[in-house]
């Protein structure tokens, strides 16, 4: 038992590592020797620099990248700095939070559904402006990435939000608030001068991760991205696809393009930062007091309630689509609701159900066992983890999925080991492991440790502490980590395509497949049921403690 | 004839400074009180004596409790029971069930039953034992408390700040309890505090850290 808790954090480490250490040697192996066996070449490389869609690919990947991480953090500090402490915030908290399970592709879907040419926002002025055809517009899939964009930014200002609220209380913000306001600074200026550079420095690894997920996103870029040329990392996957086996070294050579390039615009963002703080500093100690900011304030806060509606409204959108019969445009509704669409395919999606539903639950279980051995190991040794421990949780979110997973695919390929659904879960459990340990790891350690020291002087021994006091007492948190983890592995498409070899169907690769077709009842069907796998489990893990402690006030959050 | 708690010169460090030092005996049935401002390691003397040292502390010397040396042992299996300023009830187990966590195990269901029913009504608490501990008074809670310490027949008891929460005519009472507990049952008793009416209300030996003579 002791020495299974010892090893805990080693298999975490190599969980978390070891997929993505391989992957990138199985891509550099086939970009720099693409002839098994033969001279190391850099042919790939050059293959890469002649396709002719190489300069907008990659400056798409760029500024849709740079451009969904600057605004979706603009928004977040808007609405922290000028709402933070009132009734109004913790309203938009609480709509926007939920948002953050709801799957990407899903979110995606919905958001197209609004914006569409015969999408429901031109639907709704269709009558004033005297439509009776959808106008002919390249929405979504405009060549400049605008729709994805937006699509990214409703996505991430949810995760930032939440990473922002989470650094709150250790700035403290209240404090510092009260402070500035006494000191005659108005809400935003006196937040953004004193709160902001401490939680800044605490959200800084969240925000890289949304630049390297923004910049090589995939199934995202497949709903709402350009087509000609796509994203960098959508013609990646398209190379990994083509049967012409020269193609593949192709993507390897992209693939390490993209990898540049998240590393560049990172070091960039650094420096930004930097440079930031620098002028700042100077900014706030100069004493201006920006003491009329309502009109801003109620901009930040309109600005932020985009995405919610965005989200709220693409999900009833894509619940109309699933149970639309004839809807033409530019009626608002449709004529008539049947439930056809959703028996159609019903037999796909229980099989696809069926598959979300055990790899979820394998990558979780997984993560779970992992990060409960880890935090009671930290626990028994009394040594917290360290600051390059945290960064090291980060690392498999910071390296583009696309940037390793073609290279593990082709190592898997090589061992005959691409089966089944095992190289999946252990795929997917890359990505849901951080999230279950970082979701897990405040809690755990918030709990008051006098309650291990009352056990262990009542004769308990460790193993009895963990599993009759603090496992129980913390059933919560262990239960919304499980969740967050089931949403991560059911929003999944990258892994679950590539190391699936197309062959493991969940709701969310069913969903994505539809993307280039025009069945909206269909997308309606899958994105919906898609967004209810994930759902459900947080759903669960509010109403089982509620339940199993509803007789235990000392319980209630 | 056991001897009590013995310190025999424990010294607790930290990154080789030493924090705390203490060497004495605490005779069964005595109490004794430890006095000092916060910060004095008042707190980590009894962390060293439960076995629950933070990381960076280290503890030398030996604690003996009743002839049987229990410095190596984990904190588990030392026999040393303790109350804190909080009564850190089990929220998740009702008042039975946290008084059953202190019951030695084995014996019949029916057995460990009346075992609880015969503490809680030892302490006036007869019928609570399906309550929910959030839901009785600061006092009811600081004697349930008391009794799952007792439970689980500890060999010493060690009480930190355990009154300084309760409100004045509670803590009297509770104070009285626990001594004349502890009295009964022969148990050597280690207390903490800043009040001096706790040291008084003890009636034994002093000793006051931050003083170089101790």
């Known amino acids: 038992?002791?020495?299974?808790?010892?090893?805990?954090?080693?298999?975490?480490?190599?969980?978390?590592?070891?997929?993505?250490?391989?992957?990138?040697?199985?891509?550099?192996?086939?970009?720099?020797?693409?002839?098994?066996?033969?001279?190391?070449?850099?042919?790939?490389?050059?293959?890469?620099?002649?396709?002719?869609?190489?300069?907008?690919?990659?400056?798409?990947?760029?500024?849709?990248?740079?451009?969904?991480?600057?605004?979706?953090?603009a928004i977040v500090i808007g609405l922290v700095a000028g709402w933070s402490g009132t009734r109004a915030f913790r309203a938009a908290s609480r709509v926007l939070s939920p948002l953050l399970s709801m799957p990407h592709a899903a979110a995606a879907f919905g958001l197209a559904f609004l914006i569409a040419p015969s999408g429901w926002v031109v639907r709704a002025v269709a009558p004033l402006a005297g439509l009776d055809r959808p106008p002919d517009l390249p929405i979504p899939g405009d060549a400049g990435g605008l729709a994805l964009i937006a699509g990214l930014v409703a996505k991430e200002v949810p995760f930032l939000l939440l990473m922002t609220l989470a650094a709150l209380p250790q700035a403290n913000a209240?404090?510092?608030?009260?402070?500035?306001?006494?000191?005659?600074?108005?809400?935003?200026?006196?937040?953004?001068?004193?709160?902001?550079?401490?939680?800044y420095a605490q959200i800084r690894l969240p925000v890289y991760v949304v630049l390297a997920y923004s910049m090589s996103v995939v199934d995202v870029a497949m709903i709402l991205g350009p087509n000609t040329p796509p994203p960098l990392a959508v013609q990646i996957v398209r190379w990994m696809a083509d049967p012409a086996l020269g193609q593949r070294n192709l993507a390897a050579a992209g693939s390490l393009l993209q990898l540049a390039l998240v590393v560049g615009a990172i070091g960039a963002w650094?420096?930004?930062?930097?440079?930031?703080?620098?002028?700042?500093?100077?900014?706030?100690?100069?004493?201006?007091?920006?003491?009329?900011?309502?009109?801003?304030?109620?901009?930040?806060?309109?600005?932020?309630?985009?995405?919610?509606?965005?989200?709220?409204?693409?999900?009833?959108?894509?619940?109309?689509?699933?149970?639309?019969?004839?809807?033409?445009?530019p009626m608002l509704l449709p004529a008539d609701f049947t439930a056809t669409s959703w028996m159609r395919h019903a037999g796909g999606l229980a099989g696809a159900a069926g598959n979300t539903a055990l790899i979820a639950l394998a990558a979780t279980g997984v993560a779970l066992l992992l990060t409960l051995g880890c935090l009671e190991a930290e626990h028994r040794r009394r040594r917290p983890i360290t600051a390059a421990g945290l960064r090291l949780l980060y690392l498999p979110l910071l390296v583009p999925q696309i940037a390793f997973l073609p290279g593990l695919q082709v190592l898997l390929l090589h061992a005959g080991a691409d089966r089944g659904a095992v190289p999946v879960i252990a795929a997917h459990l890359v990505f849901v492991l951080p999230y279950v340990l970082l979701s897990l790891g405040d809690p755990w350690r918030a709990w008051d440790?006098?309650?291990?020291?009352?056990?262990?002087?009542?004769?308990?021994?460790?193993?009895?502490?963990?599993?009759?006091?603090?496992?129980?007492?913390?059933?919560?948190?262990?239960?919304?980590?499980?969740?967050?983890?089931?949403?991560?592995?059911?929003?999944?498409?990258?892994?679950?395509?590539?190391?699936?070899?197309?062959?493991?169907?969940?709701?969310?690769?069913?969903?994505?497949?539809?993307?280039?077709?025009?069945?909206?009842?269909?997308?309606?069907?899958?994105a919906l049921a898609q967004t209810a796998a994930a759902l459900v489990p947080f759903t669960l893990a509010i109403a089982l403690p509620a339940w199993f402690w509803r007789n235990r006030r000392g319980l209630h959050a | 004839m056991p001897d009590g708690l013995v310190l025999r010169d424990l010294t607790v460090h930290l990154r080789g400074r030493v924090v705390v030092r203490m060497d004495r005996r605490v005779a069964p049935g005595e109490v004794l009180t430890v006095m000092g401002p916060s910060g004095i390691g008042k707190s980590t003397l009894l962390a060293a004596i439960t076995g629950t040292l933070a990381p960076g502390f280290a503890a030398s010397g030996r604690i003996v409790l009743n002839d049987r040396d229990v410095t190596?042992?984990?904190?588990?299996?030392?026999?040393?029971?303790?109350?804190?300023?909080d009564d850190l009830l089990f929220p998740h187990l009702d008042v039975a069930g946290n008084l059953g966590f202190g019951l030695a195990p084995g014996g019949t269901r029916k057995d460990r039953r009346r075992q609880i029913d015969a503490a809680l009504a030892e302490v006036g608490l007869t019928g609570f034992g399906g309550r929910d501990p959030a839901t009785l008074s600061g006092g009811q809670r600081a004697r349930v408390a008391l009794m799952r310490t007792l439970l689980s027949q500890p060999e010493a008891l060690l009480l930190d700040e355990a009154f300084s929460r309760l409100d004045a005519a509670r803590r009297d009472r509770t104070r009285r309890m626990v001594f004349d507990t502890a009295r009964l049952r022969g148990l050597p008793v280690l207390m903490v505090t800043h009040d001096p009416d706790d040291a008084a209300a003890a009636g034994g030996a002093v000793a006051t850290l931050g003083n170089p003579a101790d």
């Open chain 1, 1 to 73: 038992m002791n020495r299974l808790l010892m090893l805990a954090p080693v298999l975490t480490v190599a969980a978390l590592l070891g997929p993505v250490v391989a992957g990138l040697v199985g891509v550099l192996r086939p970009a720099l020797f693409p002839v098994t066996d033969g001279p190391a070449s850099l042919a790939a490389l050059h293959g890469l620099l002649e396709w002719p869609g190489l300069g907008p690919a990659v400056r798409l990947s760029v500024v849709t990248g740079l451009a969904a991480t600057l605004l979706s953090l």
């Open chain 1, 174 to 199: 209240e404090g510092a608030r009260t402070l500035s306001a006494t000191l005659g600074y108005g809400r935003m200026t006196g937040w953004i001068k004193t709160v902001l550079p401490q939680v």
């Open chain 1, 270 to 329: 650094r420096l930004v930062e930097l440079a930031v703080a620098a002028w700042g500093r100077g900014w706030a100690s100069g004493g201006r007091r920006g003491q009329r900011d309502g009109a801003l304030r109620f901009l930040a806060l309109g600005v932020a309630a985009l995405p919610a509606l965005a989200a709220g409204g693409g999900l009833a959108v894509l619940a109309l689509w699933s149970v639309a019969g004839y809807w033409a445009f």
């Open chain 1, 449 to 526: 440790d006098r309650f291990a020291t009352v056990a262990a002087s009542l004769g308990a021994r460790p193993r009895s502490v963990l599993l009759r006091v603090r496992l129980p007492m913390l059933l919560r948190p262990v239960l919304t980590a499980a969740a967050v983890g089931m949403a991560v592995s059911v929003g999944q498409y990258l892994p679950t395509l590539l190391i699936g070899g197309g062959r493991v169907a969940t709701l969310t690769t069913e969903a994505v497949a539809l993307a280039s077709g025009a069945d909206r009842r269909a997308i309606g069907v899958f």
């Open chain 2, 72 to 85: 190596a042992l984990p904190a588990h299996l030392r026999r040393i029971g303790i109350l804190f300023q």
